[in-house]
Every structure is written in structure tokens, then in C-alpha cells.
């Protein structure tokens, strides 16, 4: 008879509701161990109906196991954990070892799907301890297949095989053809790690012939998939395609969605290894949004490492980097060589009163790390702290705004560090009614760009103040000179340095009278204010009044520091009238990634974006800069500190 009329049968008989709930029960655990996809959510529904009334529970507790599995299925990993530990508490109470057993079991399958191996291997330790009090079942050769599965993700094959292979010697006398079935792709999954092909290959097409003479669609699509991933290590891509997609379209419809991610990241290194990263992107994205909810994070580590391998392939180096670090951070969580050595002590001789010993251990170095960790946070606070009271004070040699808008009434200042201090810098000084002001960028960035920026700022300052100069190139030529002799007392040979676009401009007392040009200055050909300019790798862009162009006035391609067969500086002296706007800046807003393809920004674009907002008030321009470089940069990370200048005459 078939057994869901049978089932159907006893729920309309007059049978007191316990023999109903026990027959629930038997199909539940028939489901759990055969995994024939039946009306199983019915069932356990029916279940739950029955028991509302009822102290009962026995009945209680396997219905909690049986619920449990359905959110495994489900892929419902957390709230899973949550309905095995309940019954775990009720068949414990009610000394149900059988039952135990089951729900140790599943509980396994829980803690691995969310790298916790720990717990994986005390529970299913525990399971085993108890099968060694009854007589071998199918039950206990489950035990030993997920004993295999564990050792398969640690990746130590040799015990691996061994624990498939006990558990087909219990699968095998009692004729348990899914547990033979289902324990040859674990099998054949351990020969493809070691490199035995032919073996894997044979085992993977007994199994996939056993599943399609008795139809099974979980343990069918298992079999197919490790066939594709044969395929794939082999390098026979179309074969591989071809078995992975037919697993793609099994599981794409079946409830429990482990599979179907494992399908997902096995075909996305398939579409990297074929150049189809695009492709590949689509699918770990789909995987990513099924571990990520549950907190599976094997599967989130693998992601990320294909993630990175296809970043890498594209050239998208920041969005590669980003990867790398996640998979870094999940494998040292997921995977350490420490875990997996306390795992196999766990296991031998099971002895459960070594775990627990274990567990304690694992408790007290958990409280050590807590007080390192806060140790750990005080210093990091002390560090910050430090930091932020260094920000304080390269603020202070900064000119303030009040003295820009004073000197340079038409003008912005965009200064975005990328951490805490920085490297960049702009800098301002008058003398003798004319303003000097620079964007500099230092080597580095952070605190290392910042102490380099002071000794660079020191240097500006002492040209000015100790030896009196207003020309710019001198300017620069006495500032290399003094960061090289500062640099010259380290022990180390120090070849820190720093770029810079230094301009001049004579102001007279009232600023709009210096766009008024006397008639001795016309008679000397003169039509407008004179800016004077040199630099240090940094240019200097002008945009002339009603133009879309940008001229660009080029610096010396040599830094203020260290550099073989330096040269003078040179003084450029350019005209300028009402309404130019001239510009200088750090390499930080075109050297910084983004975009859709995560590229660098690029000096050629930058032109645009100051042509297209030029005619802009300018602190409407500033805002319109400012946005443009966090629209590109997005959720990327800034890549250097960021320093632009402009004014208009």
C-alpha cells in the first residue's frame, strides 16, 4: 500500500491520537532517513494539530526533531538550532536514545553548515557514544556518514574515507539502499581531493544509477554536481557544464537550498575558469544572499575566494582586495590549523568526558581572549586618541578659512584626508602684499604622510619667514634643500619627500583693485593680473574666463626631497584677467577607484568635471566636487588623501 494512503488511513481511523502521532512520527523519521521528498510539511503540520491537547512528550520531542529538519531543508540554519536543542531537552528528560541519536544528527548537520566544527564533532561524538548502547542501525550509519562529511571539510581526507566507509558497513547488510547510495558521492568526493579520478568517477555513476532506479532527487542532483566538479578539475569544461547544469536544474527546484548554493559556487568557478566572470559575479551574488541570512560561513568563504579570483581577472583591484580580506578573516575563524587539531583530539577514543574537558578549556582560553581583547581596545583608544589630538594639531598649521577668504576672496579649499591626519596639505603665507598658497601631497598617508607633511610645512614657512623669499621656485629650491638636510640626521636612509603646486599672487589693499590695470602697466603690455607658478610632479590647470578648456602649465617632474640629478625649480609667470579660475591639487581625487568598474578616476576626467562646474560660484563648486568624488567612489574605500584648490581672479 502506498504510504501516504496508509498514513491518510490511520489519521481518519478511531485511533487514539497517540498511535496517530506515533505514525507521524515513524513517516517523519522514514523521511529524515530515506530523504524521498514525500508530503513531509503535511505531515508534520498533522503532527503538531494532534499534539495540542496531549501530554505527550515522546511525541514532543521527535516532532521537534522533525520540524528542525524541514527548516535544515529550508536552509533556515539558526531558527533550526533553536527547535533541535528543544528536543534534545525533551528526549534527554524522557531517556529516548534513538531519538537522541536523530536529533544529535541533524543538530551536526546544523553546526557545520555555519563552520562551528566544534560543536559538530561533540555532538555527533555524543551520538556515537550512545549507538555503542544499542544495536547498529540505520541511525548509527548516519552517525558515521556525517563523521565523514566533517573530516571532508577539514579537509582531512584520510579519516574522511574511513568514516563512509564504516558507515557502508552498516548500509550495506541491511540493504539501506539511499545510505549506500547517498555515502558513495561522499566517497567519490574524497578520491576526486586525492587526485583518484577514476575511482571518484566510478563511485559518482553508481550512484547517480542506484538514484534513478529509485528516485530521489536530493541524493540524484548530489551525484550529478560531484560529477560536474570531476569534470571541472579535470578541465573538461563541456562536461562539466553539462552535469553541473542538470544539477543547477534540480535543485533550482527543490526546498532544501544547501544544495542548490553548493551548485551555485561550483558553477561560478566554472564561468571564472571559462573567462565568463560576469556570469560568475551573478551566481556568487546568489550564494552570498542564501549563506549570508543564515551565517554559513563555509560557504560565504568560498564565495569570497571566487569572488576575489574574478575581481582579480577583471583587474578590479580594490573590489578584489576587499574579497581577499573577507575570505582571509572567514577562513581563520572557519578553518585554523587549531580547531582543526582540537577536533581530532575530541574524536579519539570518544571519549565525550575529553570534550566536555575540552569545552572548558576552549571557555577559559574564550575569557583570556576577552581579556586581551579589552586590553587590546584600551590601547587602540589610547592610539586613536593620540591620533585625533595629532589631527588637532596639523590643524593648527593649516591657515584657517578666515585668512583664506581675507587673502583669496573668490576661492575653496576641498581637503579630504583619508584617515585620522594626513599627507596632503594646503598651505598659505603673505608677504609684502603678495599671497603664497599651495596644495602639497606628502609621501604616505595617515600618520606617516602626517609627520612628513610637518617637516614639509616647516620648511614652506622658514622660506618665507627665515630667508625672506616670495619666488616660487626659489621658494621650492631652498624648501628641497631643507627637507633633505632634516631628513639627513635619521640614522636610516629616509627618502620621504613631496609633490606640490605652489602659486603667487601680489594683492593690493583692496582686492578688486588689482583686476583694475594702471595705464604704466598697459604701457608696458600688460593686461591683466600676473600669477606666478612652479611645482614639485604637481601642475598647475587654468580655465580661461567663457572658454571649456583646460591649459595646463607643467611642473618639474621632480619631487622636494631626494632625486637623482635634481635640476632648479622653475618660475612660471602667466597673465591672468576677471573671471579665470585657476586650480591646484594632490593626485588623491584622480588616482582614487571607482565607478561601475571600480577604475581609477584619471586626470582627463577631472579636467571635465572642473570645465563642467567652472562657471559655478565657488563654493557651489566645491560641493559639486566633493559629490562627484564620493559619487565615484561609492562603497569603495578612499584610496589617498584628496586636496584641491581653486580661485578665481
Known amino acids: 500500500m502506498n504510504i501516504e494512503v496508509e498514513i491518510d488511513q490511520v489519521l481518519e481511523s478511531s485511533r487514539p491520537k497517540r498511535e496517530k502521532i506515533d505514525a507521524i512520527i515513524d513517516y517523519c523519521m522514514a523521511e529524515i532517513d530515506q530523504h524521498t521528498g514525500r508530503n513531509y510539511l503535511l505531515r508534520v503540520q498533522q503532527g503538531f494539530d494532534l499534539m495540542k491537547d496531549q501530554d505527550y512528550p515522546r511525541g514532543e520531542g521527535y516532532l521537534a526533531i522533525a520540524y528542525a529538519y524541514q527548516l535544515w531543508k529550508e536552509y533556515k540554519i539558526k531558527e533550526m538550532q533553536q527547535w ?130 529509485n528516485p530521489n532527487a536530493e541524493g540524484l542532483s548530489r551525484a550529478i554536481n560531484d560529477l560536474g566538479v570531476l569534470y571541472l578539475r579535470q578541465g573538461n569544461f563541456s562536461k562539466a557544464e553539462k552535469y553541473l547544469k542538470e544539477a543547477y ?127 587590546i581596545a584600551e590601547k587602540q583608544k589610547e592610539i586613536t586618541d593620540s591620533i585625533n589630538y595629532a589631527k588637532r594639531i596639523q590643524r593648527a598649521i593649516l591657515p584657517p578659512s578666515s585668512l583664506i577668504k581675507d587673502k583669496l576672496k573668490d576661492s575653496f579649499v576641498l581637503y579630504k584626508p583619508k584617515d585620522i591626519v594626513a599627507g596632503d596639505f594646503y598651505w598659505m603665507e603673505s608677504k609684502n602684499g603678495t599671497t603664497l598658497f599651495a596644495a602639497a601631497d606628502c609621501t604616505g598617508h595617515g600618520v606617516p604622510g602626517a609627520m612628513v607633511s610637518v617637516v614639509c610645512n616647516n620648511a614652506l614657512n622658514r622660506c618665507i619667514r627665515e630667508y625672506q623669499l616670495t619666488d616660487p621656485g626659489e621658494i621650492l629650491n631652498k624648501t628641497r634643500e631643507i627637507v633633505i638636510k632634516e631628513f639627513e640626521k635619521a640614522e636610516d636612509d629616509v627618502k620621504d619627500g613631496m609633490d606640490i603646486a605652489l602659486c603667487s599672487l601680489r594683492l593690493r589693499s583692496d582686492y578688486n583693485e588689482r583686476l583694475e590695470i594702471s595705464k604704466e602697466e598697459t604701457n ?126
Open 249 to 375: 536544474d534540480i535543485r533550482a527546484e527543490m526546498v532544501n537550498k544547501r544544495g542548490y548554493n553548493t551548485t551555485l559556487l561550483d558553477m561560478a568557478e566554472l564561468r571564472i575558469l571559462q573567462n565568463k566572470t560576469e556570469d560568475a559575479l551573478e551566481l556568487l551574488q546568489l550564494s552570498l544572499d542564501l549563506s549570508q541570512g543564515n551565517d554559513a560561513k563555509p560557504k560565504q568563504m568560498r564565495a569570497q575566494n571566487l569572488l576575489y579570483r574574478a575581481y582579480k581577472a577583471q583587474g578590479a583591484i580594490d573590489k578584489a582586495f576587499f574579497a581577499l580580506e573577507n575570505y582571509l578573516s572567514l577562513k581563520e575563524e572557519v578553518s585554523s590549523s587549531e580547531t582543526n587539531h582540537k577536533l581530532k583530539l575530541q574524536e579519539s577514543n570518544f571519549a565525550f568526558e575529553k570534550a566536555s574537558e575540552l569545552a572548558e578549556l576552549e571557555r577559559e582560553k574564550n575569557r583570556q581572549l576577552k581579556l586581551a581583547h579589552d586590553e
Open 524 to 649: 608696458r603690455g600688460m593686461s591683466g593680473v600676473e600669477v606666478h607658478y612652479a611645482g614639485a610632479n604637481n601642475p598647475l590647470w587654468i580655465i580661461r574666463n567663457g572658454t571649456t578648456e583646460v591649459e595646463e602649465i607643467k611642473a618639474n617632474k621632480q619631487p622636494i626631497g631626494q632625486f637623482d640629478h635634481p635640476e632648479p625649480y622653475t618660475t612660471h609667470k602667466i597673465t591672468l584677467k576677471k573671471g579665470d579660475t585657476i586650480y591646484v591639487f594632490s593626485d588623491g581625487f584622480a588616482d582614487q577607484f571607482g565607478g561601475e568598474k571600480g577604475k581609477k578616476y584619471k586626470a582627463s576626467n577631472f579636467k571635465k568635471l572642473l570645465v563642467s562646474v567652472c562657471h559655478e560660484s565657488m563654493p557651489k563648486q566645491k560641493k559639486l566636487i566633493d559629490e562627484a568624488f564620493e559619487s565615484w567612489k561609492g562603497n569603495l574605500e578612499q584610496l589617498d588623501d584628496v586636496c584641491v584648490i581653486g580661485v578665481r581672479i
Open 84 to 213: 533541535v536543542d528543544k528536543a534534545l531537552r525533551i528526549l534527554e528528560d524522557v531517556g529516548e536514545e534513538t531519538g537522541i541519536i536523530t536529533a544529535l544528527t541533524v543538530r551536526t548537520f546544523g553546526k557545520l553548515a555555519i563552520g562551528d566544527f566544534a560543536q559538530a564533532f561533540q555532538s555527533s561524538i555524543k551520538a556515537i557514544k550512545i549507538s555503542k548502547r544499542i544495536e547498529p542501525t540505520a541511525t548509527t550509519g548516519w552517525v558515521y556518514y556525517i563523521m565523514g562529511v566533517m573530516y571532508f571539510d577539514i579537509k582531512d581526507f584520510e579519516n574522511a574515507i574511513k568514516y563512509y566507509k564504516k558507515g557502508l558497513e552498516l548500509f550495506v547488510p541491511i540493504g539501506h539502499t539511499f545510505g549506500i547510495a547517498r555515502t558513495k558521492p561522499g566517497l567519490g568526493s574524497c578520491y576526486l581531493e586525492i587526485g583518484k579520478y577514476k575511482e571518484a568517477e566510478k563511485l559518482l555513476n553508481e550512484a547517480i544509477l542506484e538514484f534513478t532506479e
